[in-house]
């Protein structure tokens, strides 16, 4: 089974930035399309970004314009550039195959003054 650990989440004032990484103890990142989702407190599970093993990649409306996937299939790493946070950003942001398999560990994102 894959582990993906999340990490490079922390608190962050509105208007700020953040990187997430996402690493995988094993190759799936050459064969299957990613995805950051997110999960904010009382709601469900959503996908905001999503990258092809070919390399295009689309957005949730939400942050489209400030957020930018990409990835690095030597280092089995998925990273998620976080621009012009907003308050509403606040979330366990987790990476994963899309479809999902089975969840690894998140990285909560707070965004607050």
């Known amino acids: 089974q894959v582990q993906l650990v999340g990490s490079g989440g922390g608190l962050v004032q509105p208007g700020g930035s953040l990187r997430l990484s996402c690493a995988g103890s094993?190759?799936?990142?050459?064969?299957?399309?990613m995805g950051w989702y997110r999960q904010a407190p009382g709601k469900q599970r959503e996908l905001v970004a999503i990258?092809?093993?070919?390399?295009?990649?689309n957005y949730a409306d939400s942050v489209k314009g400030r957020f930018t996937i990409s990835r690095d299939n030597a280092k089995n790493t998925v990273y998620l550039q976080m621009n012009r946070l907003k308050p509403e950003d606040t979330a366990v942001y987790y990476c994963?195959?899309?479809?999902?398999?089975?969840w690894g560990q998140g990285t909560l994102v707070t965004v607050s003054s």
């Open positions: 990258i092809t093993t070919g390399g295009s990649t």
């Open positions: 994963n195959q899309v479809p999902p398999d089975a």
């Open positions: 094993r190759s799936i990142f050459n064969i299957n399309a």
